[in-house]
């Protein structure tokens, strides 16, 4: 009898990549649908043209570089890159700008790059920042949520703003679109006023809801709910979130102790604009991130204090997706120097001390 | 001394695995029978392979040796049973290449006939020095896995101090229960055993430890030692996490000590033995008896009737999976030691060898997903219990970056699977190890290899370039020689009677010197041959 | 005026650094690297030839004087190549031989039925690992034999063979998994 041969383990594992994405797809869905609920179908929409933009578009990498199709196209890597931009973007954006963020992010800065494993920048962020900086007008199209007094739109009307780029006859931009809390609070802060009078303001103060924007604070919620669970199960590495969330947390209460008129809250920063999604979803993917436990605690920590910055003294409203690119940069360095000890070794070895060539003697 | 109130300590990572071994305890041991042909490879354990002490045709008995040891690290064999060796030649072996190793066949005679065994009633009689020289003469090696040479390893040398004697019965790997079986059934043997060998090397506590999913096994060496009333041996019940089998990591979770990474446990006071090696010991010192035998653990999906066997060395492996019931019809590897560390082998007619512990049919596995590119999850790093990098050490090793890869520790690396087994990208982590370590190895042969060769090649032209200078030196001489005659010759003219000696005497000077240039030459030859 | 400024300030400039750099040449002067032991040390010494010099170390020679790339050395295959663009700083270069990739060792075997004892494969062994006499029977001493292969060319009734080294259970080496996907090709 012959038999097969193979390199041990012999045990048949359970875990899979696909597996993984997966499951972290499935936790982004109740804080989308949070989103789709307080703020259009535009969400939707743009998930599935970027879906099927990002599929084809790596199908299409996969073809050229002779790669198999199958195993990637099914990997589930290529519709989380397509989520996490889409959830990233404002709901009214144009269909052409989803293109392009999500060409960018799948060509360029995955495939380009190497595909699955091999691109060191987030490709959501980088579609995201390529997007941001070359068409700023159309990222500002955000939707007022859900509330009395504010215009909401129909499913068609989203569609055709989306796909058509004319507005329905009755409206006109202004009405349709709004500032983010996050945005209001930049503007309203260089018109020197303090945050109580922003948050209070009668034409306005309605979307900051209780804590972090009105519908935000659910979208985050419940994205850090799925996010913990995703942590307790391993799926994602808990360090990570908990290293931005502790970064951001003792920055905005340091400052807001400092000035509470000129600095936001601190349940405002964790509770407005992505913060949860960054957190549990966009720094944790395995690919761009650190990778020792120590580096993890850095680089979320990093994040952390990158967001504070740019939200407080930088030019954009929300500064995710740069704070997330810097850290990738310094992820290979952060592992370097974060190397843990082997066993039965000191750490005054190599790595950890550098070998010079008088240690060959 | 209860066994709850012994502080333990954890190792990094690890695994929580199912154990599967209920399987093949459900039946006690079972003795294999006595096969027809014996097939007992020479070198069976980790060192030099022994001297050959049989010729074909010779006949032998059981226990008898037919290999001796001639340097330090190695260890003889012995004929399992009797009868005649009807062959000396190379067989396949139990490798993970599949590649054939030099083995002695012995056909049985179907009587067993014992040769003549000392016993040594009386331990306290010996020192442990005889009782070493003992344990090498009966071939033992230890009995885990690995076929280190017991006898080497009792031996930790003058200054060593060993202080604790642990008994590793740990058995974290799944499906495998040789050793619990054998806690079970030879506890008092074990006990015995653990004496031999603390006396040997003076340890004054001695540790069995038992992991806490052998619960059977943990009561029958309590039983023992209760019997006895032994207050020096204790049995520990540690927690069940692969792999805490494993020497270092057994040594962590008993002592919170780490055996530095180029040291032995007894550099830190401590000795490590498998429970079967303890057995083996207690055969060979009070029975008298070589190691010619062990138990099999025979397990799997693939194999109808599991259970432990008490197998002679060189049995068949198609004999044992014969006498458990045979093949299901969907099995398809063949395992020896356990799944997470064990080698396939390519076929069943191959010998149970001394390190041999289970034999695991495994059946037809769904379609195993396709291997993906690592996506850093990291996953590899927070379960090795070698706290390594194995990332890391995957893209050196695919890379053939040998020299880095040895930096980031290497030879740490246990290959005890956990990385490849929580890895979601599928990759065969522990393959690309040993492919970097078996490649470090033979670069190294090659490059002791290309400085001999080095050594030679410069000799030869040294040599070469004396001869060259030899012979230039001999025509000069020559020269000056027809120079020396030609005078003469004009000298001749005016004097006649000397030139008549002179060509005669030139002719016997230029023979001699003809002579020992040649023994000049031969010196020269043979000092080079003799290189 | 402000121009002999700035020429003033650039000469004093040139002056300073000028004499620093003697002083570092001298003070931190390097001995000869002897770049080609160490070049040598990786050679395989089959002294077969096959570089198109007379030996590794003629070849190593020509590799430290810049005449010879670092890929002419089939018997060494890609691990040396490797070693030696490590060791020199210098882009790997694909080697064009069709064994580049490991290169199977061989020994040479001498069929002592057909050989006349001529000697000429002895003097043609770099490492002695032939013996014999003249009108005596040769054999190779396989534990020394390069696999330089020679002795064949001379050895006037071919009874010179290659043979592979035989891989025992203790020098075979597990191969890399085959898998490709795993690498970043483009």
């Not at chain 1, 939707?143 to 129909?154: R, W």
């Not at chain 2, 459900?26 to 029978?33: D, L, T």
């Not at chain 2, 001695?206 to 052998?214: F, G, S, Y």
Request: glycine fraction near 8%.
């Amino acid at each position: 009898m012959q038999f097969k041969t193979a390199s041990s383990p012999h045990i048949p594992q359970q875990n899979s990549v696909q597996g993984l994405m997966f499951k972290v797809l499935l936790a982004m869905v109740p804080g989308t649908i949070a989103m789709i609920v307080f703020f259009g179908w535009g969400v939707l929409i743009n998930i599935i043209l970027a879906s099927v933009v990002a599929l084809s578009a790596e199908a299409l990498m996969l073809w050229i570089r002779k790669r198999p199709i199958k195993p990637y196209i099914t990997d589930g890597s290529a519709i989380l890159t397509a989520c996490l931009l889409v959830l990233a973007l404002p709901q009214l954006a144009p269909w052409w700008l989803t293109v392009i963020g999500t060409l960018f992010a799948i060509i360029v800065a995955k495939h380009l790059y190497g595909g699955l494993g091999f691109n060191p920048f987030n490709p959501a962020m980088v579609g995201y920042i390529v997007v941001i900086i070359s068409f700023p007008k159309e990222m500002t199209q955000w939707v007022p949520p859900l509330l009395e007094g504010y215009t909401q739109l129909t499913f068609t009307e989203t569609l055709s703003i989306i796909f058509g780029g004319d507005l329905p006859l009755a409206y006109t931009w202004d009405a349709i679109t709004m500032a983010t809390p996050l945005d209001t609070v930049k503007t309203q802060l260089g018109l020197e006023l303090s945050i109580n009078e922003i948050e209070n303001h009668k034409e306005y103060g309605g979307i900051f809801g209780s804590v972090g924007g009105f519908g935000w604070e659910w979208v985050n919620g419940l994205f850090l709910a799925t996010g913990c669970y995703l942590a307790v199960k391993g799926i994602i590495d808990w360090r990570i979130p908990a290293g931005l969330i502790a970064a951001l947390l003792v920055l905005s209460n340091t400052f807001a102790l400092y000035d509470y008129a000129s600095f936001t809250p601190p349940t405002f920063h964790l509770f407005s604009g992505g913060i949860m999604l960054a957190a549990f979803f966009i720094a944790t993917d395995p690919v761009t991130a650190a990778t020792t436990t120590k580096g993890r605690w850095l680089y979320g920590a990093g994040i952390g204090v990158f967001i504070f910055i740019i939200r407080t003294w930088g030019a954009y409203p929300d500064g995710i997706a740069f704070a997330v690119i810097l850290m990738n940069m310094a992820a290979p360095l952060l592992d370097y120097y974060t190397m843990p000890r082997a066993f039965g070794h000191s750490w005054t070895e190599f790595p950890h001390h550098h070998k010079t060539d008088d240690d060959d003697e | 001394m209860t066994r709850s109130s012994r502080q333990l300590w954890h190792f990094h990572g690890g695994l929580k695995l199912e154990s599967n071994k209920a399987i093949s305890t459900q039946s006690p041991i079972v003795k294999a029978r006595l096969p027809k042909r014996l097939i007992l490879p020479v070198q069976q354990h980790i060192g030099e392979a022994g001297a050959l002490l049989v010729k074909k045709g010779d006949k032998v008995l059981k226990g008898q040796a037919i290999t001796q040891s001639t340097e330090y690290v190695s260890a003889p064999v012995h004929a399992s049973s009797s009868g005649t060796v009807i062959d000396i030649d190379e067989y396949p072996a139990p490798h993970p290449s599949g590649l054939n190793t030099l083995c002695v066949v012995i056909e049985t005679d179907g009587e067993d006939k014992w040769t003549e065994l000392q016993p040594t009633h009386y331990i306290n009689t010996k020192s442990p020095a005889e009782l070493r020289q003992l344990i090498r003469k009966a071939g033992i090696v230890g009995l885990g896995g690995a076929a280190f040479p017991t006898a080497v390893k009792v031996n930790p040398g003058p200054q060593a101090h060993i202080e604790t004697l642990i008994i590793n019965g740990a058995e974290c790997e799944p499906y495998i229960s040789c050793d619990d079986m054998l806690m079970r059934e030879y506890a008092t043997e074990l006990i015995s055993g653990c004496g031999i060998i603390q006396y040997m090397v003076s340890a004054t506590h001695c540790l069995i430890t038992v992991e806490d999913n052998k619960p059977e096994a943990i009561k029958a060496i309590q039983a023992v030692i209760n019997e006895q009333a032994l207050h020096t041996i204790e049995v520990v019940s540690i927690p069940t996490i692969y792999p805490t089998g494993g020497e270092k990591q057994l040594i962590k979770v008993l002592t919170q000590k780490e055996v530095p990474s180029d040291g032995f446990p007894s550099d830190i006071g401590l000795l490590v033995q498998n429970v079967g090696t303890a057995v083996a010991v207690h055969k060979a010192i009070v029975l008298g008896e070589p190691l010619i035998s062990r138990i099999v653990t025979v397990t799997g999906e693939g194999v109808k009737q599991p259970q432990n066997m008490e197998v002679l060395i060189g049995t068949s492996m198609s004999e044992l999976i014969e006498q458990s019931g045979g093949y299901h019809d969907d099995a398809c590897k063949l395992i020896m030691g356990g799944p997470m560390m064990g080698f396939t082998l390519q076929t069943d007619h191959l010998p149970v060898i001394k390190g041999c512990n289970c034999l695991l049919v495994e059946n037809t596995p769904e379609e195993t997903p396709a291997t993906m590119p690592c996506i850093r999850c990291g996953a590899c790093a927070s379960v090795c219990p070698a706290q390594l990098l194995p990332q890391q050490l995957f893209w050196m090793a695919s890379s053939k970056n040998f020299e880095l890869v040895q930096d980031y520790h290497l030879f740490d690396c246990i290959e005890c699977g956990c990385c490849a087994q929580v890895c979601p990208s599928q990759i065969p982590l522990v393959q690309y190890y040993r492919f970097a370590k078996t490649e470090i190895w033979s670069q190294e042969r090659d490059r002791i290899k290309s400085d001999h060769a080095r050594v030679r090649h410069d000799f030869r032209q040294a040599r070469l370039e004396l001869e060259k200078k030899e012979r230039a030196e001999k025509l000069r001489k020559k020269k000056e020689l027809l120079e020396k005659k030609k005078i003469a010759e004009a000298a001749a003219k005016n004097d006649t009677p000397e030139t008549e000696i002179d060509p005669k005497k030139a002719a016997i000077e230029a023979a001699m010197k003809r002579v020992q240039d040649k023994k000049a030459a031969k010196q020269n030859n043979n000092t080079s041959s003799d290189e | 005026m402000s121009i002999l400024i700035a020429i003033i300030v650039l000469a004093t400039i040139s002056v300073f650094f000028g004499l620093l750099l003697g002083y570092t040449s001298v003070k931190f002067h390097v001995e000869g690297d002897p770049v080609v032991d160490k070049i040598d040390a990786l050679l395989p010494q089959t002294q077969c030839g096959q570089c198109t010099y007379p030996g590794c170390r003629p070849y190593a020679e020509a590799i430290a004087a810049g005449e010879a790339n670092i890929n002419q050395c089939p018997p060494g295959g890609e691990t040396t190549m490797l070693a030696l663009s490590e060791l020199l700083g210098v882009e790997p270069i694909p080697l064009d031989s069709e064994h580049a990739d490991d290169p199977e060792k061989t020994v040479v075997y001498i069929d002592e039925q057909t050989c006349i004892g001529c000697t000429l494969c002895i003097q043609a062994c770099p490492v002695d690992a032939i013996l014999g006499a003249a009108k005596q029977m040769h054999s190779i001493i396989e534990s020394e034999c390069t696999g330089c292969n020679l002795c064949i060319p001379p050895c006037p009734v071919d009874c010179i063979h290659i043979i592979p080294v035989k891989i025992e259970p203790e020098t075979w080496r597990w191969s890399l998994p085959e898998s490709t996907d795993t690498s970043p090709k483009a």
